[in-house]
């Protein structure tokens, strides 16, 4: 059976950080990009959303905070989550769920708002609206996390590796200067890791997204 995983997605999206997991841990992987067409082509899902990752087995998983914390519980050796007996599983779990829910789950509405409303004054409203909800998800965690070297102490998790992902969208210069100092530190120490740097420049460049300022 082929050991290979397959991650479906794009550049400078979530799929990303779905990547980087694969990287640290040393499993086989390629990307297939979501606009493949015939046998290559992304799997249907409920969702018709990204990333998606088709296992080894065959299976098909959705959902970024689901394939992050298997992929780290299914390779122990990488260290890439806390035990389910250590005293920092419980934070880990509530920050990569609150992560899913609170942060990225907005910009599917940010990015076009056009999803859910009409008009182009509607539609800066919402925007604006939700830039600032995603700011105080970030103040939210900035104020209740004290990181070490990593946002859970000595080792480096799928959520630091989260993290660094949806922090690359706007409001990205606002998060590093003012919002939340703290994460920051640990995103950009993310970013520079030295397994990750070909990846970084690859597949999500600084300044790929358009609205950062």
Known sequence: MDETFIVYGERGWGNVAVEAALTLIGAPFSVVDTGATGPERPPATITAQVPVL???SGEIMTES???LIWLADAYPAARLSPAADSPLRPAFLRWMAFVSSSIYALYWVR????RVVDGEAARAQVKARLAE???R???LMEASITPGT???GDDITVLDLYVTVVSRWTPRAALHGTVAPGLAAVVRRVESHPRLAALWSERFPLGLDPDEA
């Open 54 to 56: 088709r296992l080894p």
């Open 65 to 67: 905070a689901a394939i």
């Open 111 to 114: 990015d076009v708002p056009a």
């Open 133 to 135: 909800r995603i700011v």
């Open 137 to 139: 998800g970030w103040s």
């Open 150 to 152: 990593w946002l859970l």
